[in-house]
């Protein structure tokens, strides 16, 4: 039966081949970037979540429709819309490298905005030229974070935070614990901040030619009017998006309106084999995968995150094992961490997987804590040069609640037998005794965190501790340190794992599901229902493999 629909497909395939082949597409294709697209599809999923929320476009989708538009020779360029987007740093190497293989092609890029804030001008540095709409603008240039304490602000409602954590650069709780920036916090956010800067830096000499020094004095005088971006020549021309056809010297179409007339790869015939893809992304919990149907519109740190559960990737680990039509395996991380537990059952279940086939780890925006942890077992970490990793570190503890309960004159009171046996619920701080656990509980997982991280680095432990004790390192930092082996992202790795798997340059991407299938009652309940979820499976975590909040 596969092989009479794969038939029937290939039909259809040749002869939608010869339609377009007469259908002739415009000059220069349009993409327009409004939003920071996820690098994967949305995982394989019940009908019902798709409809409920049918699934936009992704970068792989992106990087297909560039492939068709830089393969064919009727095409002369492509004109990318920018909207003022704040793309992550890796995001924006992701797209940069994008812009540089159309270039490669041979095609003319362009890209044009109404106005330029510091990531979209970064991406835009890797094109042909820029353009900017009539009384745009370039906003101020450079990386500003902003870092919230609310210690302060807990206490007076009678709340506190009791954490116990492996070291002072271990610094996820600090929002919780602190009322300012730690030492050590201010440390990691400036090397993080010189990171970026020294990346936008660079994008700007190499697109003006000129030093490093300059570039920099350029960062120092933004931002710029239209006029004085065009006389600083960031900016190649000043003109609105109705006078490109005229300046391109051709018509400028839509991808919807180019897709008629591009040709596409043939169908996947039956029983070929694949790469594999396993992803890890949003926080790392004990459980199955989750995903919320619909997002709030203001952003809530962790509680509204995709949820990857250690069931689901254990599962998808072990059927890949088995299925020879696996030829390699990619692990897409975006993740700032989270459950010690449920990282250390992903690692168990990727490192047998990584014995039977090649499996290659690559970084999103994200990949530390948690994240780097069930990246240790692959052949290969590939990690693009913005990327946040590292945060090898452990840290434990528990919310207060009593003096609010006693606020409120909500009466509390606990019935436990056991010494121990109530030192995780929210009423009281801990002992001293009760501390001590504690700690000793956070240094054995960091020991064995350290473990991993050696195996898989093939290094000694004494090696792995100068660069560990929760340090936030980029992904260029961390090349240098020897916790990741290259620098790119996931078209990067996927190159990789099917060259190492003996596999054709062509050969398809598989993702196996994983989900819960029981449809909600509606999309906001189900939201609602994750948050939830998600609370309950941090509060049950002994101990968390967590990244600080990096981004305001």
């Not at 004494?462 to 990741?484: C, D, F, M």
Request: positive net charge.
């Amino acid at each position: 039966m596969a092989w009479i629909v794969y038939a029937a497909r290939y039909i259809a395939w040749l002869v939608g081949g010869l339609r377009r082949r007469l259908r002739t597409p415009p000059p220069y294709v349009s993409f327009l970037l409004e939003s920071a697209e996820p690098e994967l599809p949305p995982p394989p999923a019940p009908r019902w979540r798709r409809i409920l929320a049918p699934p936009g476009r992704n970068l792989r989708q992106l990087t297909e429709q560039m492939r068709m538009v830089g393969q064919d020779a009727r095409i002369r360029g492509v004109v990318l819309h920018l909207r003022p987007v704040d793309y992550t740093p890796a995001q924006v190497e992701t797209l940069a490298a994008l812009i540089l293989d159309v270039r490669r092609a041979g095609k003319r890029t362009i890209c044009w905005s109404t106005s330029y804030n510091d990531a979209t001008y970064r991406l835009a540095c890797a094109a042909d030229e820029v353009l900017l709409q009539p009384g745009g603008t370039i906003t101020g240039l450079g990386p500003a974070r902003s870092y919230t304490y609310l210690a302060d602000a807990l206490s007076r409602i009678g709340v506190s935070a009791d954490f116990c954590q492996v070291s002072p650069y271990k610094t996820a709780a600090d929002t919780l614990t602190r009322t300012g920036m730690s030492p050590e916090a201010r440390e990691m956010a400036g090397w993080l901040a010189d990171a970026e800067l020294e990346s936008l830096v660079w994008a700007i000499a190499g697109r003006k030619g000129i030093g490093n020094g300059e570039a920099r004095a350029l960062v120092d005088a933004s931002p710029f009017t239209d006029l004085t971006a065009r006389e600083a020549e960031m900016v190649d021309a000043v003109v609105s998006e109705e006078e490109l056809p005229a300046r391109l010297g051709g018509e400028v179409g839509t991808w919807d309106r180019a897709s008629r007339s591009l040709r596409r790869r043939p169908p996947f015939r039956p029983g070929r084999r694949y790469v594999g893809i396993i992803r890890v992304e949003g926080m790392i919990l004990d459980g199955r995968s989750r995903r919320p149907p619909i997002r709030p519109p203001l952003p809530v740190p962790y509680l509204f995150n995709s949820q990857t559960g250690d069931l689901t990737v254990v599962q998808q680990a072990r059927r890949l094992a088995r299925d020879p039509r696996a030829a390699a395996v990619v692990l897409w991380i975006d993740s700032p961490g989270g459950s010690a537990t449920a990282s250390e059952a992903m690692h168990a279940a990727l490192r047998r997987l990584a014995a039977r086939k090649p499996l290659i780890a690559a970084m999103g925006s994200v990949a530390a804590s948690g994240g780097y942890y069930v990246a240790t077992p692959a052949q290969r970490i590939f990690a693009q040069q913005g990327s946040v990793t590292g945060s090898i570190g452990v840290l434990a503890g528990k919310i207060v609640m009593g003096g609010l309960l006693d606020r409120l004159q909500i009466g509390h009171e606990t019935v436990a037998r056991g010494e121990h046996a109530a030192m995780d619920m929210p009423e009281e701080a801990y002992t001293e005794t009760e501390r001590a656990k504690l700690r000793e509980s956070v240094s054995r997982m960091y020991d064995l965190f350290l473990e991993r991280v050696a195996a898989g680095r093939q290094r000694a432990v004494s090696a792995i501790e100068p660069i560990a004790g929760g340090r936030v390192w980029t992904g260029r930092q961390a090349l240098e340190h020897g916790l990741v082996d290259q620098a790119g992202g996931l078209e990067h790795a996927l190159v990789e794992a099917r060259r190492i798997g003996g596999l054709r340059s062509d050969a398809p991407v598989v993702e196996l599901g994983g989900e819960p299938e029981t449809p909600p009652l509606t999309p906001v309940a189900a939201t609602l229902e994750h948050a939830g979820a998600l609370a309950s499976a941090l509060g049950r975590t002994g101990a968390w493999l967590l990244c600080p909040l990096i981004r305001s």
